[in-house]
């Protein structure tokens, strides 16, 4: 009795140990991911880029749509819980400073060899803030100049190259027809700050000095070319901005390149091209954006985040991109084809890619921004003298540089 | 018969170009996101686009429907909404019942009291909120978003209940308790069945307001979204077919709801315990 009583018992604390192991055992691996895509990408990022990863590292990849916005208020809200959910994160490169001063974002330092030898090298300081590296460099994105052929050609006009030739343009276009028909983002967003970049850049200017030549430069020729633009350009923005090229309100506007799905591929508008767009007197400049990865302070799976970081800025991954979603690569060696349809467009952004910089990161940029578009709003839509008010606006910037 | 001076006749006279043009304000987005979610780009996307559909397509709602996404945002919105506002109704109406029996000069106060917590814009108390329930394991689960919307639906829907019971004699409840009913036999078999009314147009705005409610959903769904959260995306990322369809989907219920009940939608109601 005493014997078969020990026997049960053994078999039992066996049973008790193996049940309690082999859950654990059994169970996958997860990764949580956090992205910002369209319905056509997500359905290639989980066809295409997802299933070979869960496959090698034995795990499951939940990936789930969030804007990089909204982003930042669930891991502050996880943050502050300290119940972190998330472990990987694909971030705007426009959206990051926050995410570092909340303390959101792990140093990843350790992991700068990681990044291949072949990234573009103006990536690079994208993900860096205080020497250290916070992001790793991901998918690049840049603005493109669409215009609608058909318009153009009606008045025997070519895409401008230059600012000469952008007014001239503009001119035409409101001599015409009455109406402004050249859009800048002028909707006193960070969107308008994105063109300020560009047209401050290509006079040679640094926008966070405000007033140097090149920033005087770039707000006396927006000043000049104001009169003659589209009504709509004070409520373009980046959403705006292809609905007011696919209805014709607009003939002439820069914007991101999902605007091709929206305005050539639903809108059926084929006779809207894009272009790399125009220099300024001194270069031809673009502002880089696109995305970045990063990976949340107390991530669950910290060394499987790394692992599909390391995935997502392989060769192979980013070919995928180019072919299978017309994303630039975010690395030289990175071939794919796109389609056919899709062949004008690609190009135009590979071309804007070539003179892509990136903003600067700086902890004051909420405060600048509004003291920027503020200098704008004085300047280019109220008519105020220019030098004046870039001064006034550089003196106000100048507590917060310190 | 009494002669109108002219103010009245005027007041009179104006009233209705007000009210239709008033209506045309509210009425024709909502008519230009239903055209829009039936349209072919022909009709979009054009300079002068008509005011009537001229080539009708079912393709946006097919596709929309065809693809499956739709599903589990609008059970989820559906569940939470009628969650809120069942359990709202059973947490607020005791609680109501007892307001409206309490002295005139206690009642107001403690109504008043009930909407401190409506003082606070949900887009400042949301965070806190969530920490809380990120906490409680209550991310993306429905307990956890009804509870957070019983947060601003409680107050109104207490508000509106007290308005609700005070217009029931308390004769009827003696006499009730005379024939042997309890406090909590009077509320469920005398008090609820005559007021009605005034339950269903609580349940009306909690349920519309739940069913609309985007700040809380942001913050304590990751994988699950509701409906709103869903049409959000399609705002931004979707095209301006599938952004209007959806809004087209989410504005459904709305309708239906506020059809079928509007009978109950009389201004007694709305004016709560501030009343004599």
């Known amino acids: 009795m005493k014997r078969s009583g020990l026997v049960f018992l053994t078999i039992f604390l066996l049973l008790a140990v193996l049940g309690g192991i082999l859950p654990v055992l059994g169970a996958q691996k997860k990764l949580t991911v956090l992205m910002a895509l369209g319905e056509d990408e997500w359905k290639v990022m989980r066809a295409a880029i997802l299933p070979p990863f869960e496959k090698e590292y034995g795990c499951r990849v939940e990936a789930y749509q969030v804007e990089s916005s909204d982003a930042i208020r669930k891991l502050e809200a996880m943050a502050a819980a300290k119940k972190m959910e998330v472990d990987l994160i694909t971030q705007d490169n426009m959206l990051l400073a926050q995410l570092v001063e909340k303390g959101l974002v792990e140093d990843l330092s350790e992991y700068r060899e990681l990044i291949p030898e072949t990234i573009l090298k103006s990536l690079l300081p994208v993900g860096e803030f205080r020497g250290k590296l916070y992001f790793l460099p991901y998918r690049p994105n840049v603005e493109i100049a669409y215009y609608n052929e058909t318009k153009f050609k009606k008045y025997g006009l070519q895409p401008p190259k230059n600012w000469d030739e952008l007014l001239v343009v503009a001119k035409t276009f409101k001599e015409k027809e009455g109406i402004g028909r050249v859009a800048i983002k002028a909707d006193l967003s960070s969107c308008t700050t994105v063109h300020l970049f560009d047209f401050i850049r290509q006079a040679g200017g640094d926008p966070m000095k405000l007033n140097d030549a090149g920033c005087v430069r770039a707000f006396t020729f927006l000043q000049q070319l104001w009169p003659y633009c589209s009504p709509d350009s004070k409520k373009a923005n980046w959403n705006y901005m292809n609905r007011f090229l696919a209805t014709d309100s607009v003939y002439l506007g820069w914007n991101w390149p999902f605007g091709v799905n929206v305005i050539v591929k639903d809108g059926k508008k084929e006779e809207i091209k894009a272009y790399a767009g125009w220099a300024g007197p001194v270069k031809a400049s673009h502002v880089l954006g696109g995305e970045v990865i990063g990976i949340p302070v107390g991530s669950p799976h910290r060394a499987l985040a790394v692992k599909f970081a390391e995935y997502l800025l392989s060769r192979e991954v980013q070919e995928k991109l180019v072919s299978q979603m017309g994303w630039p690569a975010c690395r030289s060696d990175a071939y794919g084809k796109v389609e056919k349809w899709q062949q004008p467009y690609f190009a135009a952004v590979n071309a804007a890619l070539e003179t892509a910089e990136p903003r600067p990161n700086v902890t004051y940029w909420a405060d600048f921004e509004k003291i920027i578009l503020k200098a704008f709003r004085l300047s280019v839509l109220e008519g105020q003298p220019v030098k004046a008010t870039l001064d006034a606006a550089a003196a106000e910037l100048a507590p917060l540089k310190k | ?276």
């Not at chain 2, 024709?28 to 002068?48: A, R």
């Not at chain 2, 709602?61 to 709202?88: D, H, K, M, N, Y």
């Not at chain 2, 206690?106 to 108390?125: A, K």
């Not at chain 2, 989410?250 to 709560?272: A, D, M, N």
């Open chain 2, 1 to 276: 018969m009494r002669r109108r001076d002219t103010g009245e006749v005027l007041g009179t006279v104006a009233a209705f170009p007000a009210a239709f043009a008033f209506m045309l304000f509210m009425l024709v987005p909502v008519l230009i996101m239903v055209k829009v979610s039936l349209s072919g780009p022909e009709d979009i996307f054009t300079q002068h686009p008509p005011f009537l559909i001229h080539h009708a397509t079912l393709d946006h709602w097919r596709e929309i429907i065809a693809a499956g996404g739709i599903r589990a945002p609008f059970q989820r919105s559906l569940v939470v909404a009628t969650g809120t506002t069942v359990l709202a109704l059973l947490v607020a109406a005791p609680g109501a019942y007892v307001i409206s029996r309490m002295p005139r000069k206690w009642r107001y106060p403690v109504l008043v009291s009930l909407f401190l917590t409506r003082m606070f814009p949900e887009v400042g108390i949301a965070l806190a909120v969530a920490v809380n329930f990120i906490r409680w394991n209550m991310l993306d689960t429905d307990l956890g978003l009804i509870l957070a919307h019983l947060i601003g639906a409680l107050p109104f829907i207490a508000w509106i209940l007290v308005g609700t019971f005070e217009t029931i004699p308390v004769e009827l409840e003696e006499a009730a308790k005379t024939d042997g009913c309890g406090r909590v036999a009077v509320l469920r078999r005398v008090i609820l069945p005559l007021s009605l009314s005034g339950v269903a147009v609580a349940c009306i705005f909690t349920w519309l307001w739940s069913w609309n409610e985007f700040t809380y959903a942001l913050y304590l769904s990751l994988s699950r979204n509701t409906l709103p959260l869903e049409t959000y995306y399609y705002l931004g990322r979707g095209s301006l077919f599938n952004a209007a369809t959806y809004s087209t989907i989410l504005t459904l219920p709305v309708f239906l709801v506020t059809f079928t009940l509007q009978k109950y939608l009389r201004s007694g109601y709305l004016t709560g315990a501030v009343k004599g």
